[in-house]
């Protein structure tokens, strides 16, 4: 099993920044890649960024591309979610996830709110 703790998340005017972090524990010798989704009210959970643990690959959706980095740091098991230039429509639960090679992400947070204002 791998447990995943984020945090980070908060009010921040639009324009603003926030850093996320997630702290993986358990298993973590078998995470392939870690990621991050993001679930705003009345919308379905999408796709933010992810990040191979050991190469350190990385993958954006289209709509952060360029204002979002993900980033990671093995020896202490984190995976950071760098936001600049916010928008209200980022406005979401931000989850981290993890999953094992060759596996749908399986393994997810609790979830860190992210409110921008206008």
């Known amino acids: 099993q791998v447990q995943l703790v984020e945090s980070g998340g908060g009010l921040v005017q639009a324009g603003g920044s926030l850093r996320l972090s997630c702290v993986a524990s358990g298993r973590t010798f078998s995470i392939y890649k870690m990621g991050w989704f993001r679930q705003a009210p009345g919308k379905e959970r999408e796709f933010v960024a992810a990040?191979?643990?050991?190469?350190?690959?990385?993958i954006y959706a289209d709509s952060v591309k360029g204002r979002f980095t993900i980033s990671r740091d093995n020896a202490k098991n984190t995976v950071f979610l760098q936001m600049n230039s916010l928008k209200p429509e980022d406005t979401a639960l931000y989850y981290c996830a993890a999953n094992q090679r060759g596996q749908e992400f399986n393994y997810w947070g609790q979830g860190t709110q992210v409110t921008v204002s206008s």
């Open positions: 990040i191979t643990w050991n190469a350190g690959t990385t």
